[in-house]
Each structure stands twice: as C-alpha cells, then as structure tokens.
C-alpha cells in the first residue's frame, strides 16, 4: 500500500502562484509514475501533468508553460508548481501514483481556490 498526503493548497488571487506538495510513505517506488489531477465542482476529474522515471514530464494544455511537477526521491515527495493562475484552475487537486500502468493509489485531495 502506498499513503498519499497533498498540501499546500490555498487561496490566491488571479495571476498568484501556489506549490502543492504530495508525500508519499509505504511501498513507494522511486521509478514509478506520479501524477496531479483536478476536480471543478460539477466536472469530472481531469489530468494535470505526471512525472516518470524522475525526469520525464507531461501536462495537460491547459496548463502547459504555468504548472511544473516534480519530485525529490530522497523526501520520497512529488510537487507542482503552479504560476499563473487563473480562477478556471479552481479545483480540488489529487496526487496520485502509478502501479502497473494504472493509477492505483490516490491522495485525498487539496482546495485550490483562484478569486478573480
């Protein structure tokens, strides 16, 4: 089993920044996949960006050129950075890990909140 903990949520202004952090504990592994997604109230969750092998990235175009993931394996904890933010970045956000090409294990979640 694998313990997913986000923080680092907030409120922020339009045009503010915010870093989320995910720590892991438990059956972690270093190689595997971790990604961020988010819930709007009333939407389905949606991909944010993910990180593999400890250096290959990808993002949503959503948020392409404002967000950054990325980890630091010895505090075994994922981040994203996000810039620039916009009140449609309103969110729950999840951190979630990857096991056999699936994302099997899930954070409970962080409130983003953007005010205009």
């Known amino acids: 089993q694998v313990q997913l903990v986000e923080s680092g949520g907030g409120l922020v202004q339009a045009g503010g920044s915010l870093r989320l952090s995910c720590a892991a504990s438990?059956?972690?592994?270093?190689?595997?996949?971790m990604g961020w997604f988010r819930q709007a109230p009333g939407k389905e969750r949606e991909f944010v960006a993910r990180?593999?092998?400890?250096?290959?990235?990808s993002y949503a175009d959503s948020v392409k050129g404002r967000f950054t993931i990325s980890n630091n394996n010895a505090k075994n904890t994922v981040y994203l950075q996000m810039n620039s933010l916009k009140p449609d970045d309103t969110a729950v956000y999840y951190c979630?890990?990857?096991?056999?090409?699936?994302?099997?294990?899930w954070g409970q979640g962080t409130q983003v909140t953007v005010s205009s």
């Open positions: 979630a890990a990857a096991r056999s090409s699936q994302w099997a294990y």
């Open positions: 438990g059956r972690t592994d270093s190689s595997a996949a």
């Open positions: 990180i593999w092998n400890n250096f290959y990235t």
